[in-house]
């Protein structure tokens, strides 16, 4: 009975004519019904009979909302019942009623989320030539999500991808409320499920006029034009610096191994030549990954994991993938940022990791919204990170990273 009236009662204690609070003074309430202002409840109710409450329930527009915890009390009007186990659910919020006497009192709480939810139901990407922003980070499954995409300078918003939590492809459409998009931004909406969260939201955003047709990757089957990650995937393939897991597939949506991360920087350097020395127990002479192993430890960008180990057949995370970029661009880190401190103490990254993500935030690879240091990323996360690590360099080489004093978190 109670969920069938949430939708009925949605305006109910935007209708009040008085909020009484310990010494607050009495409140009315302007509410509009059928086209006409009425200055309270009574005069609305004036215009219906007693069975007409559940129509004018409906019909009724927001006046005003109650805030948490304060108590709002009306008397019965000209023989109008509420209903004693009436409530309903609207913004998140729950209005709870009882009654003393012929007086009913309204109070509203927070509604708690279901525990089994993640803490965050969407992550957005970091990706080329713009910014992913949510919109409304307030938003529960079944319920409406907007997401912002702000192209850079030249750039266009070309789609928009959200995938679950097994990369199972979410609808997602262009935003069509009344709420304004400001000047250059595409905003879009989808709806969050209940299952497989969180999700991940992703955008294809490309320079003006240009397209993703006729490319390196159209060998591979599995590679769509406007993928998110399609020119990347480009970049990378056209300059041989990754391959498919075979002749006729990239697949996405794998992972990569240590050997193989490391390969991809051993290309980007040139392949150069390099002795074999037994630095680590399971690194022996003639693997594939042998040289671009002996080479990145040679360079410092890896040191292994420890007790002689680089374990090269062990998945990719994304704080070793920042490490070694962080590493392979020589660049200083002579700051420090709030946020690193915070993802440090939630443990979203290793201690190592934390100059790796404070630059890769700066250099555009790593969203606030997603770190998940630990987590693996995916071959196409993989090949946008790279793609996006070319694409600043110069930015870098013509303007360095800025310098912050140390920032305290006080507590």
């Not at 005069?43 to 007409?52: H, I, N, R, T």
């Not at 803490?119 to 938003?139: H, K, Q």
């Not at 050997?259 to 693997?287: H, K, M, N, W």
């Amino acid at each position: 009975m109670k969920k069938r009236l949430f939708a009925l009662f949605l305006a109910l204690t935007l209708l009040l004519p008085t909020a009484l609070t310990t010494g607050a003074a009495e409140t009315v309430m302007e509410c509009r019904l059928r086209g006409t202002y009425f200055n309270s409840l009574g005069e609305a109710l004036k215009v219906y009979k007693e069975g007409d409450v559940i129509e004018l329930l409906m019909e009724l527009h927001r006046c005003s909302t109650v805030p948490y915890g304060i108590e709002v009390r009306v008397r019965g009007v000209d023989g109008i019942q509420v209903p004693d186990d009436l409530f309903f659910v609207v913004g998140h919020q729950v209005l709870e009623h009882r009654t003393e006497g012929d007086v009913h009192i309204f109070q509203c709480v927070p509604l708690e989320p279901d525990p089994a939810w993640p803490e965050r139901l969407i992550l957005t990407s970091a990706v080329p030539n713009g910014y992913l922003s949510l919109f409304s980070s307030d938003a529960w499954p079944g319920e409406t999500a907007l997401v912002e995409v702000e192209p850079l300078e030249g750039c266009q918003a070309v789609s928009l991808t959200v995938l679950d939590a097994q990369f199972n492809r979410v609808p997602a459409r262009l935003y069509e409320g009344d709420i304004p998009v400001s000047p250059g931004r595409v905003r879009y909406e989808f709806t969050i499920p209940k299952e497989n969260l969180p999700l991940t939201v992703y955008a294809t955003i490309l320079p003006a006029g240009e397209t993703d047709e006729n490319c390196p990757s159209r060998s591979f089957a599995d590679v769509e034009a406007g993928a998110w990650y399609h020119r990347a995937v480009d970049e990378l393939v056209g300059r041989d610096v990754i391959n498919g897991t075979d002749p006729h597939h990239f697949t996405p949506y794998g992972m990569l191994t240590r050997a193989e991360a490391v390969t991809i920087l051993y290309r980007l350097a040139d392949t150069p030549a390099v002795p074999y020395s037994p630095v680590y127990f399971d690194v022996p002479d003639g693997q594939w990954y042998t040289a671009p192993v002996m080479w990145a430890t040679q360079e410092g960008i890896v040191n292994g994991v420890g007790g002689g180990l680089f374990a090269p057949d062990e998945l990719l995370t994304r704080e070793a993938l920042w490490t070694m970029l962080l590493r392979l661009s020589g660049d200083k880190v002579p700051y420090s940022m709030l946020d690193t401190k915070l993802a440090l103490e939630s443990g979203e990254i290793s201690g190592f990791a934390a100059d790796a993500f404070t630059w890769a935030h700066v250099m555009g690879l790593v969203n606030i919204n997603a770190i998940r240091g630990k987590s693996a990323p995916t071959r196409a996360e993989t090949a946008v990170t790279v793609y996006m690590y070319l694409l600043n360099r110069e930015k870098v080489a013509a303007e360095p990273l800025p310098y912050y004093p140390e920032i305290e978190v006080n507590r």
